[in-house]
């Protein structure tokens, strides 16, 4: 999926997101960068079409968004935002709700618990866990629905070195196997080195 944002305008009291072109291309990895309080977030946020006041215009291979492209997206958060159920529940649930069949389901699942070597949390209950087990939990729920765009809010933030390395191994083999474009939000130029083809300045 291709994601075009031309001529972005936000303000807020303290700054302004202003963001004449950025172009995302199918297929990429693609860093958003720049100083605290300048509106990665922001911009992301609008991206995922869960900000829509603003002005200027997103699309994604050429449409405005829709149903469709809403469900062919993912997000996940710098604070993970999980279901007071087990990590298993959790990565399951985006599958659940568009129909996917309960064999599939688990075939999702256990590969992901593996990938992000978190099969031991399966039965936990996800409020539970740490926070580089949080993240980790985040990530496998975001990729299981197999989106087309995923968009990754500082995703790395406050976690352990082990997590971080099973985490970027995890949406590097997401992206090269499925195609999807990756966009995530980070301030650590070694990590956006190591994962990503291409940045973008705010």
């Not at 699309?59 to 999980?82: A, K, V």
Request: net charge positive; aromatic share 6%.
């Amino acid at each position: 999926m291709e994601i075009k944002a031309s001529n972005l305008i936000k303000t807020y009291t303290n700054f302004r997101l202003d963001v004449t072109e950025a172009v995302f291309l199918p297929g990429s990895i693609t860093a958003v960068v720049g100083p605290n309080g300048k509106g990665k977030t922001t911009l992301l946020r609008i991206l995922a079409g869960l900000d829509r006041d603003f002005k200027g215009e997103v699309t994604y291979d050429g449409r405005r968004i829709n149903r469709q492209i809403r469900r062919d997206m993912s997000m996940t958060f710098q604070t993970p935002m999980l279901l007071d159920r087990s990590v298993y529940a959790n990565i399951e649930y985006p599958l659940k709700i568009r129909g996917v069949s309960r064999k599939q389901r688990r075939e999702r699942v256990e590969r992901l618990l593996d990938q992000l070597s978190i099969r031991h949390l399966a039965k936990k209950n996800a409020w539970k866990l740490s926070g580089g087990e949080s993240q980790k939990v985040a990530l496998a729920r975001g990729i299981s629905s197999e989106p087309r765009l995923l968009l990754l809010d500082e995703p790395f933030s406050a976690i352990d070195q082990d997590s971080i390395d099973a985490m970027l191994d995890c949406i590097a083999t997401y992206n090269q196997s499925s195609g999807a474009t990756v966009i995530f939000v980070s301030h650590d130029d070694i990590l956006v080195d190591k994962l990503c083809s291409r940045r973008i300045e705010v």
